[in-house]
């Protein structure tokens, strides 16, 4: 219920900050101008050893491939008020939400959920962490946050009907 009065924020959380929840941040934010829609979206790390860096080279060379420059984009860690801030809150992979649901404030009042669960045929799955892989493995997180994006546009626009 709290969904259809709030306005939403998506907040997307992987460990480092550096590859996949900016990529994740760089495609809805993407999907979100192409159909109009206004909803404020960010990224973090549940790890602080990149706060305050650029994303990877690899992932900001994907983003471009894509049409999207994020080299402006700056690693944060996750921070109590995210939990709050934001209606929703998804998780790159299993152990990032494990550790969001550590972490939450018992008064929380952002869903948390697994980001591919948003994908029909990716249900349960993680976005696989490339960060210690080749070149491939940016261009696979890639075309599965998009899904994700786009998915996430549906699901966005359906809440902004069931408002007001
Ligand atoms: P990310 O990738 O969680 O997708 O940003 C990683 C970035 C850094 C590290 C691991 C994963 N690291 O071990 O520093």
């Not at 948390?112 to 993680?126: I, K, R, S």
């Not at 962490?129 to 966005?156: K, M, N």
Request: glycine share 8%.
């Amino acid at each position: 219920m709290t969904d259809r009065r709030s306005t939403p924020a998506v907040l997307f959380v992987c460990l480092g900050n550096i590859c996949r929840s900016p990529l994740a941040e760089a495609a809805l934010r993407a999907r979100l101008a192409e159909a109009a829609v206004e909803v404020a979206v960010d990224s973090a790390g549940t790890g602080s050893w990149h706060v305050g860096e650029p994303p990877d080279p690899r992932a900001q060379a994907v983003a471009l491939h894509n049409g999207h420059d994020i080299a402006h984009y700056r690693g944060r860690q996750v921070a109590a008020e995210d939990f709050y801030r934001f209606t929703h809150i998804y998780a790159l992979d299993h152990e990032n939400l494990a550790e969001l649901q550590r972490r939450a404030p018992a008064d929380a009042t952002a869903r948390l959920a697994l980001l591919l669960d948003l994908v029909e045929g990716l249900e349960g799955q993680p976005v696989a962490d490339p960060y210690f892989g080749g070149e491939a493995g940016f261009h696979t997180t890639w075309s599965q946050v998009d899904r994700a994006a786009t998915a996430l546009v549906d699901y966005l626009q359906g809440m902004e009907r069931l408002k007001g």
